[in-house]
């Protein structure tokens, strides 16, 4: 006796060779019936003997297309109806809501391979396959498909088109395929040559990098300045060109058996680094075979990555040298460059070599950048090949625009259910990064049919973000959040929790609600409003934003605050370092209160320390202070240093204990060491009591100084182990990247309460 199911696939399931993946398998279960994509999902009809349908069901959910994601899958089972074969039937537009749109996607080992045998393809690359290639960075409208993207210019030649329309085909509506015959090509651009021809500029780009050339290539989401990872004086010239002087430069390997000889990784690494989504993987160093030093500045930690691009693959089939710096093609903290002709412009007079191709980069992204952090994937960047996945809420946040915080920003839009955070976009502190933002969100908005009827937004007066807020609320509601409880429901909205819980955001710099700088905030806090428990004591930032790129300024705030006038009397090598007169400036401007902001943070506090152990006292990237303090600590010390918790947290002796340590010449390694063990244990003891006050078990971590990987792992095993239930992040960055789905996520579960006036 037949049975018929109609089976709705709700997820990643369109733009990832979903439908010929069911197709294929109801070949195999030998049912009849059909399948579509609708605006909102996927939508199957099967028919046949019930086990089979249940084999079906299963497969369905077992082994579906790598690049898909299932959220749910709906079954219903219905009266049998007349019907033969299985079809594939055109999409329909049943309403406005849509579905997901796929993050770009590294080129697969199918494809390489085409790249080796096939005909029209070898060498070719823009090669792709419904398992692989650009999605995000080159869709301009929904629904997926090719009049939608970048390659609407390229008609398909015959054989493409053959395999376009075979639905027991790789390329089966795959809107992106292309061969050397019908789709987009590369030109390289070398002093007054011209080359178009790939396998030619394949050996001039490897020749030109190998000889200490910088390359201006095109990717996925923007401009890379690409250059040899062991060249030190070619690093020097990147560093110049690019204005960037102290930062990290990520670094993509030839494969991970190269990256191995160079960092110590462990299987969760390995799979970062070789996943589809192919990040920048924040890893430890072995410290023996190196790169040019100054890939690294110092620290133990190489970005590593590996080729994503076919031309990635390319180009290492012809370089004779182990890894290539590949940075962000922009200049200073400006946006990435997408432009063909504003990227010849700024960098071919710079390089002498600019390698471009001509398919538009609709969507900008960046490399996405992760950390392995106690045996999980911590994003840190969330960009290409991650957004625009949604995190999927609890609660409905149609219409709801979240625009997120000012520095490492991200914004966030609200479709149902579905949070739809913004790529990266950066700091809103220039022109350029600001109609980047602006352009982004209009793109969203049209993408995702969203018109925002609540806008969330920072407390801050002078933010961007804010400002630009209030000129957008007259079409809304708006709200705006502390940042700190923005953090704190970052996180919980990752894991679904809808309860009080006890939050802890250790951070860098937030507006307060009583007007100081937070940013070491216990929270008690829900999705809707938060008390502040406590915090680490205020003290004042001599110079405001000058004090957070001067980290020896923080260092003489906590010393005086301590010794008062004594401070430049005390023998250490601080004092001397800094010179006694500028000790003395800053002593002058604390004493009258000229511009000392308040502030409460964590990321000031790591500041301070690490440039009292002289380890940073002039700050080049952000956080570097606190990077440099982590990168040195010494593992398997447990010691830690007094502190006192009354109302709030007081680090007097602390800091005493500090300057023990140095007079003992105990290593630097060792202090910092016992100075991140002295925070886990302030933590925990907040913690404590905080829990004394609100019987609750769940402690939910936040904040970019969780970015520390010795800090969160110590403190979430050391909560754990005293039976707490710990939430950190895993999906969305700790850092301010997160606040926008903070934000969302406050305003919707606001506006379900009722609470929006
Ligand atoms: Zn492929
Ligand atoms: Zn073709
Ligand atoms: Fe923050």
Redesign the pocket.
């Known amino acids: 006796m037949d049975k018929a199911c109609h089976i709705i696939v709700t997820g990643l399931v369109q733009g990832v060779g979903f439908r010929p993946f069911v197709y294929r398998i109801a070949l195999r279960c030998n049912l009849s019936g059909w399948v579509r994509n609708t605006n909102e999902n996927v939508e199957i009809f099967v028919q046949g003997p019930q086990y089979l349908i249940e084999d079906f069901i299963n497969e369905l959910n077992s082994d579906p297309p790598a690049a898909s994601h299932i959220h749910n899958i709906i079954t219903s089972y219905t009266e049998p109806i007349e019907l033969q074969g299985f079809q594939i039937r055109r999409s329909e537009n049943t309403s406005e809501r849509i579905t997901e749109i796929s993050p770009d996607i590294a080129v697969c080992d199918d494809c390489l391979e085409d790249m080796r045998v096939q005909h029209n393809r070898v060498s070719y690359p823009f090669v792709n396959c419904t398992n692989c290639g650009p999605r995000f960075t080159i869709i301009s409208d929904l629904p997926y498909d090719r009049q939608n993207t970048s390659m609407k210019v390229f008609p398909m030649c015959n054989s493409c088109r053959k395999e376009y329309e075979d639905v027991n085909d790789r390329r089966f509506h795959a809107q992106p395929v292309a061969c050397s015959v019908c789709g987009p090509q590369y030109t390289l651009y070398q002093g007054s040559t011209r080359i178009a021809e790939i396998e030619l500029i394949v050996a001039s780009v490897a020749d030109f990098i190998e000889k200490g050339g910088i390359l201006a290539v095109k990717g996925l989401g923007g401009y890379h300045l690409a250059c040899d990872a062991t060249n030190e004086a070619v690093i020097n010239r990147l560093r110049l060109m690019k204005n960037r002087e102290g930062k990290p430069l990520a670094v993509m390997f030839r494969n991970i058996e190269t990256i191995k000889k160079y960092a110590e990784i462990n299987i969760l690494e390995e799979n970062s680094l070789l996943s589809q989504r192919r990040p920048i993987v924040l890893l430890r160093s072995w410290g023996e075979i190196q790169l040019a030093q100054s890939v690294s500045v110092g620290l133990n930690t190489i970005g590593a990555m590996l080729p994503y691009l076919p031309f990635h693959h390319l180009l290492f089939s012809k370089l004779n040298i182990p890894a290539i710096v590949l940075t962000s093609g922009n200049i200073s903290d400006e946006p990435i460059i997408i432009d063909d002709r504003e990227a010849i412009d700024t960098f071919l007079p710079k390089t002498g070599a600019i390698l471009v191709h001509n398919r538009e980069i609709v969507n900008r992204a960046d490399d996405s950048v992760v950390k392995i952090i106690n045996d999980s994937e911590r994003v840190f960047r969330r960009s290409r090949g991650y957004a625009p996945s949604p995190i999927i809420l609890n609660i409905d946040s149609s219409n709801i625009l979240a625009t997120g915080?000012e520095?490492v920003n991200t914004f966030c839009i609200g479709n149902g259910r579905q949070a739809i955070i913004s790529q990266y976009i950066g700091d809103l502190q220039n022109a350029e990064t600001t109609s980047f933002y602006l352009e982004t969100l209009n793109k969203f908005q049209h993408l995702f049919r969203m018109k925002p009827e609540v806008i969330a937004t920072d407390l801050h007066p002078d933010y961007f973000v804010t400002r630009f807020a209030e000129t957008i609320a007259n079409s809304g509601t708006l709200i705006k959040i502390q940042?700190?409880h923005a953090?704190i429901v970052s996180c919980m909205a990752e894991h679904h929790l809808d309860e009080p819980i006890l939050g802890v955001?250790m951070?860098?710099?937030?507006f307060g609600t009583d007007g100081n700088t937070w940013?070491a905030e216990f929270l008690y806090c829900d999705l809707a409003a938060f008390t502040r428990e406590t915090h680490f004591d205020y003290l004042p930032l001599p110079g405001g934003d000058k004090g957070i790129d001067e980290p020896w300024r923080m260092a003489v705030s906590y010393l005086y605050r301590i010794f008062g006038e004594e401070v430049v009397n005390l023998n250490i090598p601080f004092i001397d370092k800094i010179g006694k007169d500028k000790i003395d400036i800053i002593m002058n401007m604390i004493r009258s209160g000229t511009n000392c902001p308040l502030v409460s943070s964590a990321g000031r506090l790591f500041d301070a320390v690490s440039a009292l152990l002289c380890l940073c006292h002039y700050s080049t990237f952000s956080s570097e202070a606190p990077i440099r303090l982590e990168s040195i600590i010494e593992l398997g010390c447990s010691d830690l240093y007094p502190f006192t918790l009354i109302e709030t947290v007081n680090f007097d002796s602390t800091f005493t204990g500090i300057l023990a340590d140095i007079n003992k010449n105990i290593k630097n390694e060792v202090i910092s060491a016992k100075f991140h063990n002295t925070i886990i244990a302030v933590i925990y003891e907040v913690i404590i009591k905080m829990q004394q006050r609100h019987p609750c078990n769940k402690v939910v971590l936040s904040?970019?100084t969780f970015q520390n990987k010795y800090l969160l792992e110590g403190t979430e095993m050391m909560l754990r182990r005293k039976g707490f239930e710990v939430f950190s992040h895993h999906l969305i960055p700790t850092?301010?990247g997160g606040?926008s789905l903070g934000q969302l996520t406050i305003a919707a579960k606001r506006r379900e309460l009722g609470l929006l006036t």
């Open positions: 915080a520095l940042h700190h953090h955001a951070d860098g710099t937030g940013g904040g970019g850092n301010d606040i």
